[in-house]
Structure formats: structure tokens, C-alpha cells
């Protein structure tokens, strides 16, 4: 049985990852952890287990194997650097992460003996979209990525969006140049890759690579109409991360093994 401390238990992934993991066989929610506990609004806890308000009063509490965190980009940081310090494994699915603090997590995570997995997506679709993506750009020069999704998604662009582009220029033998332009319309310039971001009421998570040659046009796209299709991905990593040798970033890293 592994026990799972599912942080950001109020938002809309942290609380299905609770109820998904509360009624796996294998694994069983330790603690829930977010700031509305501490307030007295919001929901009600999504499972029957501890509800603590910040990180530091779940580890003092529970025992937890594993780590979920599903907070906001401004918390993530401080939250796995907690729970890695504490020994716990850490399955971060909040986006917000820096090359520095991701940096930071993993040294930490090296210092405690505890292990890191990161997943910009969990997503089955996602993932296979930026191995196809990143296959293409030995084919092509120009590439631009378009990430869709719901309103109130806090950052953009998408991690999914900005580990796609940089998978894109990093692939052995990669020829994406990119286009010239400086207009503020023209998106972000992630390494000569355009991303632009849409956040509109009714998408969920969606993401388009175009890739233009000489006279065609390549699309790839994958969409998320619900939350559910993370949860396979998320149970993976929870089942996963204390068997890594190291700290691993990416869900490719755990599949067809």
C-alpha cells in the first residue's frame, strides 16, 4: 500500500487525483493538503482523509510515501522542496517550474535520498504528440505551437507547450530555425519556436504543432476533453517514482517499460 499526500486537494486536478487515488487497491490518500482548509471556505475535502492547510503541517501529521502536487505555480516550488526534504517522493504536475528551481528540486531531491518525477502533461495523447513533434523537426525548419485552454489556467504558456518546443530545437539533428518577427502578436519565442496561448470557458487542454515545409503543412494536435484522461498518467508516476534512479522529467520516461 502506498500513502499518497495529495497537495492542491481543492483544485479541479488535485481533487479527481484524490478520488482516483482513494479508490485504487494499492494506494491510499494519507493526507489532503490546501490553503482553503485554513480558511474555512471552499468545498469540502473530495475523499475522507486528513485536510491540513499548508505542506509543513501534513508532514508533521502523516506519513506519506509519495507526493502529488497539483498547486498553483506560485506554491509549487516551495511545496516540493518541502516534501523532498522530508524524504517523500515527489510527483509534481503543477506547471510553473524554472530551469533554476527545477535545478533546485533536484539537488534537493539528491541531497534526501527522496525521488523527483515531473510531468509538464500526463496525458497519454500529449506525450506521443511531442515524441511525433520532436521526430519532425529533422524533417523541417518552421514549426509554431498553439495551446488551448480553460480560463482560469494561471500560466501561459502551458508547460506542455514550452517542453514541446524546446523537445523540438534540443532532437538530434533538429533543423527547426524558426521565422523572423517581433510584432507582440506573434507569440512567444521559445528558441526560434512560436507558442501562442488561447484560455477560453468550455476547453479543458489542447494543443496544435503546425509545421510548415515547402508548399505543406503538417498538424499535429491533441485534445483533453476531460480531466479523466490525465489520471492513467498520474497513477503511473505515483506507482513509479520510487523506483527511479534519479529525478526524471517527462512521462515518455516511463513508457513501454
Same mark, same amino acid.
Given at each position: 500500500?502506498i500513502?499518497?499526500l495529495v497537495i492542491g486537494a481543492?483544485?479541479?486536478?488535485?481533487?479527481l487525483t484524490?478520488r482516483?487515488v482513494a479508490? $485504487?487497491e %494499492?494506494?491510499?490518500?494519507?493526507?489532503?493538503?490546501d490553503?482553503?482548509?485554513?480558511?474555512?471556505e471552499?468545498?469540502?475535502p473530495p475523499?475522507?482523509?486528513p485536510a491540513?492547510?499548508?505542506?509543513?503541517a501534513a508532514?508533521?501529521?502523516v506519513?506519506?510515501e509519495?507526493?502529488?502536487e497539483f =498547486?498553483?505555480?506560485? =506554491?509549487?516550488?516551495?511545496n516540493?522542496?518541502?516534501?523532498?526534504?522530508a +524524504?517523500?517522493?515527489?510527483?509534481v504536475?503543477?506547471?510553473g517550474?524554472g530551469?533554476?528551481?527545477?535545478?533546485?528540486?533536484?539537488e534537493q531531491?539528491?541531497?534526501?535520498g527522496?525521488?523527483?518525477?515531473?510531468a509538464?502533461?500526463?496525458?497519454? +495523447?500529449?506525450? /506521443?504528440?511531442?515524441?511525433?513533434?520532436?521526430q519532425?523537426?529533422r524533417?523541417y525548419e518552421?514549426?509554431e505551437?498553439?495551446?488551448?485552454?480553460e480560463a482560469?489556467?494561471?500560466?501561459?504558456?502551458?508547460?506542455?507547450?514550452?517542453?514541446?518546443?524546446r523537445l523540438m530545437?534540443?532532437?538530434e539533428?533538429?533543423r527547426?530555425?524558426?521565422l523572423?518577427?517581433?510584432?507582440p502578436?506573434?507569440g512567444l519565442?521559445?528558441?526560434g519556436?512560436r507558442?501562442h496561448?488561447?484560455?477560453l470557458?468550455?476547453?479543458?487542454?489542447h $494543443?496544435e504543432?503546425l509545421i510548415g515545409?515547402?508548399?505543406?503543412?503538417?498538424?499535429?494536435?491533441?485534445d =483533453?476533453y476531460?480531466?479523466a =484522461?490525465?489520471?492513467?498518467?498520474?497513477? /503511473?508516476a505515483?506507482?513509479?517514482v520510487?523506483t527511479?534512479k %534519479?529525478?526524471?522529467v +517527462?512521462?515518455e520516461n516511463l513508457?513501454?517499460?
Open positions: 500500500m500513502d499518497v481543492l483544485g479541479k486536478m488535485g481533487a484524490a482516483t479508490a $485504487q %494499492d494506494l491510499r490518500v494519507a493526507g489532503l493538503v490553503p482553503k482548509f485554513g480558511s474555512g471552499g468545498p469540502p475523499v475522507d482523509a491540513f492547510a499548508d505542506v509543513g508532514l508533521a501529521a506519513r506519506a509519495v507526493a502529488v =498547486s498553483l505555480p506560485a =506554491s509549487v516550488y516551495e516540493s522542496l518541502a516534501t523532498l526534504a +524524504g517523500v517522493h515527489t510527483v504536475g503543477a506547471t517550474l530551469d533554476e528551481q527545477l535545478a533546485g528540486l533536484r531531491a539528491a541531497a534526501s527522496a525521488r523527483l518525477f515531473v509538464p502533461n500526463f496525458a497519454l +495523447g500529449a506525450v /506521443l504528440l511531442m515524441e511525433f513533434a520532436r519532425a523537426a524533417h518552421h514549426a505551437v498553439v495551446e488551448l485552454h482560469g489556467k494561471k500560466d501561459a504558456p502551458s508547460g506542455t507547450a514550452l517542453r514541446t518546443a530545437v534540443e532532437a539533428g533538429s527547426i530555425a524558426g523572423p518577427g517581433e510584432a502578436s506573434r519565442d521559445v528558441d519556436v507558442v496561448s488561447v484560455r470557458p468550455g476547453l479543458v487542454a $494543443q504543432v515545409g515547402d508548399n505543406e503543412l503538417l498538424t499535429l494536435r491533441h =483533453s476531460s480531466r =484522461s490525465f489520471m492513467p498518467g498520474v497513477l /503511473l505515483i506507482r513509479r520510487a527511479l %534519479d529525478s526524471v +517527462g512521462l513508457l513501454g517499460e
